[in-house]
């Protein structure tokens, strides 16, 4: 149950965004340009990204809904369950391992960075844009897991929820809700 009497019980981000709308349009629109708009990486690479942050921060509504959205963009949803387990022995591209162990260490120990971090995404073929990339997704997905988990959105959503709300990530993207977006996220 949410924390504050305005948001209903089975609440998403998209309640939220919608019951907060001069405060999160912002974020919105970041979460639409950053997750759908040019990039480096497929969307379903970002998805995982998020997730992958997600799991770091032990954000159990963002993972199951951004895990549920790359299994649509054919990223297996075992494939973060893996990753959780052991980043270096997931079967994952070679080339997306240094970019989650960056993401990873930016959310785990940000004061930490170093230039090492960033030349080992170089090094597996990431152009300065994609790291950029990746840095923002990383911020993104904290700031989204610090939202719904300070309001309190429920963290024993159900699979069924979770796919639900991956499918309408796939089909619709990070469009403001309203009509035509088919329910919440």
């Given at each position: 149950?949410?924390?504050?009497?305005?948001?209903?019980?089975?609440?998403?981000?998209?309640?939220?965004?919608?019951?907060?709308?001069?405060?999160?349009?912002?974020?919105?629109?970041?979460?639409?340009?950053?997750?759908?708009?040019?990039?480096?990486?497929?969307?379903?690479?970002?998805?995982?990204?998020?997730?992958?942050?997600?799991?770091?921060?032990?954000?159990?509504?963002?993972?199951?809904?951004?895990?549920?959205?790359?299994?649509?963009?054919?990223?297996?949803?075992?494939?973060?369950?893996?990753?959780a387990s052991d980043l270096e022995t997931a079967p994952i591209d070679e080339r997306l391992k240094p970019v989650l162990r960056y993401v990873e260490k930016l959310t785990k120990t940000p004061y930490r960075m170093t230039q090492a971090d960033a030349d080992a995404v170089h090094a597996a073929g990431w152009d300065e844009s994609a790291l950029s990339d990746a840095v923002l997704i990383c911020a993104l997905f904290n700031m989204a897991n610090r939202i719904v988990d300070g309001h309190g959105v429920d963290r024993g959503t159900s699979r069924e929820k979770f796919e639900k709300a991956g499918q309408m990530l796939a089909e619709f993207g990070y469009q403001p809700p309203g009509p035509g977006t088919g329910g919440k996220v």
């Open positions: 149950m949410p924390f504050v009497s305005f948001l209903p019980d089975e609440a998403g981000m998209r309640d939220i965004i919608m019951i907060r709308p001069e405060q999160m349009g912002p974020f919105n629109h970041l979460a639409r340009v950053l997750m759908r708009g040019p990039s480096s990486f497929t969307e379903g690479e970002r998805e995982l990204i998020g997730a992958f942050v997600s799991s770091t921060n032990d954000c159990p509504f963002c993972v199951g809904t951004h895990a549920a959205a790359a299994s649509h963009f054919d990223i297996p949803e075992s494939t973060l369950q893996a990753l």
